[in-house]
């Protein structure tokens, strides 16, 4: 069963979400807040596998709540829930820990999709609107030292992650088996500390590894 969190300011999206993921019989709804500060602290109460985090709410904004809600349930998941298709602050999100994000309009079964995709620990990294977001908005700085730490293939399996490719896309691009691609994702994120491919993708970006616009 996937336990869910609404964080959400407007009561009709809470309840419209509500009304979609009650009617799955893997998803319940396990608690609901009106902002951020309400977000945290029903979190901490309930402990839910993933949180559904508007990015704008009273109080305390969805970027800030998932920071500090992330950093106390590093098992919780958050997948943010955006307005606009590019939206400066959902790459805040992505620097905060967010898994994904996903726009208010969607149709409800990519709503369903979306929370078993990164209940099941993957980013939601499918919509092409998401390296849009990063390339449009990453802030460029100095060749992270952490790169050094990476091997030549594991730099190039980064690259690949980055243009948003399936550790099957990659096996294909780099001729090798999928298993040995999600080795290298797998060693890309623990030698760099971060939680997820989304994470991934902003660092190669802000690292200078991949370069806005580039198609390598």
Known sequence: MIRVLLADDQALVRAGCRLILDAEADIEVVGEAADGVEAVAVALDTHPDLVLMDVRMPQLDGIEATRQLLAQLN????????????????????????SGFLLKTSPPHQLVAAVRTVHDGDALLAPASTRSLIEQFHRPRAK???????????????????????????ATELVVEPSTVKSHVASVLAKLDLRDRVQAVVFAYESGL?????ST
């Open 75 to 98: 098992k919780t998941r958050v997948l943010m829930l955006t307005t606009f298709d590019l939206d400066e602050y959902v790459v805040e999100a992505f620097r905060a820990g967010a």
């Open 144 to 170: 992270a030292l952490a790169l050094d730490e990476l091997t030549a293939r594991e730099q190039d399996v980064l690259r690949l992650l980055a243009r948003g490719l399936t550790n099957a896309e990659i």
């Open 210 to 214: 991949v370069r806005a616009g580039s």
